[in-house]
Every structure is written in C-alpha cells, then in structure tokens.
C-alpha cells in the first residue's frame, strides 16, 4: 500500500485536483508541498495538528514539506469559515506569533537540508507594488468566479470587506511564488481552503507555461453530530501546555464519544492500519481502552512520552478516587478575588475557565452536577473559604472534569 493509499484508508482525503498524478507523486516521494498556517494566536490547536500529522506522514513517505507561516496573510485574514471579519493584529502581534508557531512545529517536522524548510510569506508579500500585483496577478482572476466561490458566498449577507476579499489572491500568490522560487508543486490544506487553492493552481497554470500544480484538501475533524473536535468549554484545545496542560490534552481525547474514536485512531494517531483493525474487533466493553490508547498516543505525539505517562497516571488515580494531582489542571487566584474571605463557587468556575457563565455554573450545581474535594455541593454550601483554598481544592465537574483550585502565595 502507497502513502496515498493509506491517506484514503485513513479517511484523510477530501478533494484532489488531478488524482493520477498526485498519487504518482506523493507515492514516489516526488511532491515538494507545502501546508500554511496563518498565525491567529500565539499557539497551534488541534485543528492544525492534522495538518501537522499529514506533513510527517508525507515527510516520512520521502516527499519534501514546505512549511509556509503566514506572516504576510495574517496582515489581512481569511474569511473561510468565518461568519464575521477576524480582529485585525498589529504587526508586532503576527511576528509574536510567528515564532511561537516555528518552535511548535519543530516537535513535529524534521527540518534541515534536504529534509523540509520553513517560509514566511511575509518576506515576499509585504514588499509587492500595489499597481504591480493588479496588473501582474489581478488580470488573472475573475471577480464572477471568486464571488461563487464557497468562502466568500456564505459572507455576502453579512458583508464581505475589500480587505478579506483580497486574501485569496494572496494565498494564490503564494503558491505562486514557492512554485516559481522553491519548486512546489502541490499545496495541502483543509476542506474549507478549496476555493483558495484552486485559484493558486490555476494562476501557475496561467503564468508560467507547461508548470505542473496540484492541491489536495484534508478531511475536516468534526466529530459524529457534524461540529469541529477540538473545543471545550475553555475555547481552543491548544499544543502549548501553558494554554491546555498535557493533562488536559489527554483528557479531551479520553473523553471523546464512542462513535469517534476509531476515527480519531485513523486520522490522528500513527499507529497501523492493521492496529486499528484488530481494535474494532473489541467488544463494546473495551471501548475506554481503546480511548485511552487514543489519548495517550496524542498526548505522546504533542507533548512527549514522558508526559503521556504523567496524564495517564494522573486519570488513573483521579478516577479510582483520590491520588495524585500534581499534574492535574490548576488555576492559582489572587486574595483580591475574594470577598470577605470567601468566593462562591459560580465565580471561582468562572474564574477557572469552567464555565462559560455564573448562569451555567448555577445550574449545574442545581442537577448535583459538581463536588468540591468528591463531595457533591449545593446552592447553600457554594461558599469555599481561604483556608480551604491555602491547601487547594480540587472541583469535579460532571464525571470527568477535574481542576485544582488555590490560592497564590
């Protein structure tokens, strides 16, 4: 079996432009491709790290990565997906994000001579002539067609700026320019990019005479109702354990639902087809195994082996009742976030990122849903003392939500 192959059996390939030649291709280690990834945070989440498994997957097959960090795109923002415009960075912001970004991909990618590179597309972008690019690129695109295109479509009602209607020129640009400069031929990204893709191919097509430029979309992660994985009740499920801790990470993915996880295996995890297989033979009553094995080869991917074993030990004792919670998530508050030495439990969830309102934390107080050091509370005990937060608390939210709550000193 090809790579290309076992990128089908995996469930990883959404579109192709010309499948023949990129099976070819990718099967005989022939791609140079690259993957963007415009810097909206300081952190990469799980919706990248798909992309990121791709990029190693085809790494390892002997094709060549180009990782492109939108330093130059991050300026004006992608509409695919969007409902309204992004907020708009200031440059300091992007190149902050940039770097973080650079540090993260490197647990992933191996980078260095003859193996995959790193581009900024700011460093091309920022420097174009406005007057230039409208005669060099706009010519080769028509406003009809870019108006049908699906990212754009599902703006028109709201508004569609100028600013964002411009950003699929610039991502055409970039292929481009990497086809010209580094010799890509084929460009990877999400289902939701195709629009923007095609138009990159088409402009090399236009351009530069006998190029060859193909594009492949990834299978979007969304899970068995049809919505995008990685988001809790915090936001973003990140890869920076300053923003979700290892723990937390394991977590997510040992809480996913029963009808995802051999999907997840699939798409996400490097273990074998053959692997997966003999899993779906288990009973019904293996299925936590199975979501553990889940968790644990992806926290081991993100944050390193070390720390898989930590989460694991840490699950393993908070569910069979108390343990060790030194790893465990935790949020440190201040004395001034009490009030006459006290705070009520809607607040300190809220605090903890917990919930997404005092409303929200109220009610699942009401239905016995949450238990502060594994007693179960109520509206009339919903008051933690000082004292009790000097030695640290440990809140359970529903069955599987555990965080440490104390005092800073």
Not at 252 to 278: H, P, Q
């Amino acid at each position: 079996m090809g790579i290309y192959e076992e990128l089908q059996e995996r469930g990883l390939i959404a579109q192709v432009t010309d499948e023949p030649e990129i099976r070819e291709l990718i099967n005989h280690g022939g791609a140079r491709f690259y993957i963007g990834f415009d810097p909206t945070a300081d952190s990469l989440h799980v919706g990248h790290f798909m992309a990121l498994c791709l990029m190693k997957r085809l790494q390892e097959a002997g094709n060549k990565p180009v990782v492109l960090i939108g330093g130059g795109t991050g300026h004006v923002g992608d509409p695919s997906g969007k409902s309204d415009m992004r907020s708009m960075m200031t440059t300091e912001t992007i190149n902050h994000n940039c770097e973080c970004f650079k540090k993260q991909m490197e647990r992933f990618i191996e980078f260095g001579e003859d193996k995959a590179i790193m581009v900024n597309n700011a460093d091309w972008l920022l420097k174009l002539n406005y007057v230039e690019l409208l005669r060099e690129v706009g010519a080769c695109f028509s406003v009809n067609n870019m108006l049908r295109a699906e990212c754009y479509k599902q703006r028109m009602e709201k508004g569609l700026s100028f600013l964002e209607f411009n950003y699929m020129i610039m991502q055409a640009y970039d292929f481009y320019y990497l086809n010209k400069h580094y010799g890509c031929n084929m460009q990877f990204g999400g289902n939701d990019q195709w629009s923007n893709m095609l138009a990159g191919t088409e402009l090399i097509r236009k351009k530069e005479e006998g190029a060859d430029a193909y594009a492949m979309t990834i299978t979007l992660l969304l899970n068995s109702e049809g919505q995008k994985m990685g988001k809790t009740v915090g936001g973003a499920v990140w890869l920076d354990p300053e923003k979700t801790s290892p723990f937390e990470f394991f977590q997510y993915w040992r809480n996913v639902n029963d009808a995802d996880v051999t999907k997840c295996l699939k798409m996400l995890t490097f273990l074998s087809l053959d692997e997966i297989a003999e899993m779906e033979t288990w009973p019904d009553n293996r299925i936590n195994e199975k979501k553990e094995i889940l968790a644990y080869e992806l926290t081991a991917l993100v944050h390193g082996k070390e720390e898989a074993e930590k989460a694991k030990k840490v699950s393993h004792s908070l569910f069979r009742g108390g343990g060790d919670d030194a790893d465990m998530p935790t949020t440190k508050i201040s004395v001034s976030d009490l009030t006459d030495g006290e705070i009520n439990m809607m607040d300190l969830m809220l605090l903890c990122g917990l919930v997404k309102s005092k409303s929200e934390a109220r009610r699942l107080i009401t239905q016995n849903g949450v238990a502060v050091d594994n007693v179960k509370i109520n509206l009339n005990t919903a008051m933690i003392s000082e004292d009790r937060l000097k030695d640290g608390i440990v809140i359970k939210k529903g069955k599987k939500v555990y965080h440490k709550v104390l005092i800073a000193e």
